[in-house]
């Protein structure tokens, strides 16, 4: 694992020299120091799938800011659960918007202190911030969101929450405490159905925090307020977000990146790109990392509604991410396919398919 700062900007030095890319390209697409910063984080997010760094050969180059499905008055809200390698897709999904129009502030925290005026100017806003903000836009946005395999996600935060001093303190868990005995302990009574909850948050919090004075606003937790959620039966609370995310225009899957990015740039007419996150062989594991039997048992009745929700995600995925690989395949098939990986099979029909819409649109403008 990277320990710091500066390990980390040499990291970013030594994978552009791997990637015959020079530090002036990244510097003035990225600037290094949002690189160091973003890239941090993603260590923070404890190796989501494994050992992971950013591909910059297959990432960074030819950004096209301009979606060919958006248009100029859609606002794109990227619900970004934690946990869910949301971290590394907003460090794309910034580059396709001009900087003035993205709501920088990533949850409520950062939000409530230093609310704007409006958000009229915001064309791209990505956070924890649940369904709720919705109320707050001018418009409603375009929707996408990322989930993943419920256990791994629960596994996710309370590594997290173990780590960050201020949390662990909040919730009394020590450095040296096993995964399975805060499991078992009970300690994080708000980790039950992460995902369904934020999706169904939708109260208006911005309402609801307008008389807290700054130090409340800045312990204040809308994820783990109860009277955010509305009141309904477990049945009804998976009906809601199942309805959700089936009206979102994108859902994707951490398990399956690589065809989640496919999609994603599929969907919006983004030029498309290759997997950003590569998994080592041999995935780090300290010896809180294997869970009881019984604490296993325990995330999944923790994640009930999670689950049913991730398998309904999956069919939503796998649905229309053949819907895409059918069309492609109509349009683009070719013999040399048959000898390629499939993967660098799609890329490429997905490639032809951004530039003949690119030549099209361009057409079109000229007549």
């Known amino acids: 694992m990277l320990s710091s700062d500066k390990e980390v900007e040499q990291k970013i030095r030594q994978v552009c020299e791997i990637g015959k890319l020079k530090l002036g390209i990244i510097e003035k697409n990225f600037k290094i120091k949002f690189l160091t910063t973003r890239i941090h984080l993603l260590q923070n997010?404890?190796?989501?799938?494994?050992?992971?760094?950013?591909?910059?050969?297959?990432?960074?180059?030819?950004?096209?800011?301009?979606?060919?499905?958006?248009?100029?008055?859609?606002?794109?809200?990227?619900l970004h659960i934690p946990k869910t390698a949301g971290t590394a897709l907003i460090t794309i999904l910034d580059n396709y918007f001009e900087p003035g129009s993205v709501l920088k502030p990533h949850d409520w925290h950062e939000l409530l202190p230093q609310l704007p005026p409006d958000f009229s100017k915001y064309k791209f806003v990505r956070g924890h911030f649940g369904y709720s903000i919705v109320r707050n836009l001018p418009k409603k946005p375009i929707c996408i969101t990322m989930l993943r395999n419920p256990t791994d996600q629960v596994v996710s935060a309370l590594r997290m929450i173990r780590r960050q001093p201020r949390d662990a303190q909040k919730y009394s868990i020590s450095e040296n405490e096993s995964l399975s005995d805060i499991v078992i302990s009970g300690k994080i009574g708000s980790i039950q159905n992460p995902q369904t909850r934020w999706l169904l948050m939708d109260q208006n919090v911005i309402v609801r925090t307008r008389f807290m004075e700054k130090k409340e606003l800045e312990n204040y937790n809308p994820e783990e307020d109860q009277k955010l959620l509305p009141i309904h039966s477990e049945t009804k609370y998976l009906q809601i977000a199942k309805r959700r995310i089936q009206e979102f225009a994108f859902v994707g899957l951490v398990e399956k990146m690589e065809e989640s990015l496919f999609l994603l740039h599929y969907t919006f007419g983004w030029k498309p790109i290759r997997n950003f996150i590569r998994k080592n062989a041999a995935p780090t594991i300290d010896k809180h990392e294997k869970l009881s039997e019984e604490a296993l048992q325990k995330i999944s009745d923790w994640t009930s509604l999670d689950i049913q929700l991730y398998n309904y995600a999956q069919e939503l995925f796998e649905s229309k991410y053949l819907q895409m690989v059918s069309s492609l395949e109509k349009k683009y098939h070719d013999e040399k396919y048959s000898k390629m990986d499939e993967n660098e099979v799609i890329f490429d029909m997905l490639n032809k398919n951004y530039q003949e819409t690119i030549k099209s649109k361009n057409f079109k403008s000229s007549s």
Request: charged letters at 25%; hydrophobic letters at 35%; zero cysteines.
């Open 45 to 78: 997010e404890n190796k989501l799938l494994g050992n992971q760094i950013i591909n910059f050969e297959s990432t960074l180059g030819n950004f096209s800011k301009k979606s060919n499905i958006l248009k100029e008055s859609d606002i794109l809200y990227f």
